[in-house]
């Protein structure tokens, strides 16, 4: 695994245009905790990756938004669906759907009780990004 973000973007070279998209997403530069891509082509249809960051407050979940749309503002991707709830001081969970891409920025609690890394974990899917301690 790749340790910082320009490394991780020369090893997408190797994969599809949409693994590098989602490996470029990576939110580490702005902050977002333990930052983990899934590859999650083998397992379903529906999306190919999820990436998933953990914030510090509701401003570190907007600020990490921002960031996801100034990222594929130049890209061609939009976001098609996002999470329906507005942003609010308890806003835990938000979600920015691109089709191919899903990304998930969370509360560490929230994170903690939907694991969602257990849900998509080997062998039907792969970890291809991983900033989590062990």
Do not use: C
């Amino acid at each position: 695994m790749a340790d910082t973000l320009l490394e991780t973007e020369a090893q997408a070279g190797a994969g599809s245009e949409t693994e590098a998209l989602a490996l470029g997403i990576v939110l580490e530069e702005h902050k977002g905790a333990d930052v983990i891509v899934i590859d999650l082509r083998p397992m379903n249809t529906w999306t190919d990756f999820f990436v998933i960051a953990t914030a510090s407050s509701g401003t570190h979940l907007d600020g990490l938004e921002r960031h996801v749309k100034e990222f594929i503002a130049g890209k061609e991707l939009e976001i098609i669906r996002r999470s329906s709830r507005p942003a609010s001081q308890d806003d835990e969970w938000r979600i920015l759907d691109m089709g191919t891409i899903v990304i998930h920025l969370m509360s560490g609690r929230t994170r903690s009780f939907y694991e969602l890394e257990r849900l998509y974990a080997p062998p039907h899917a792969a970890v291809i990004y991983s900033s989590k301690s062990s």
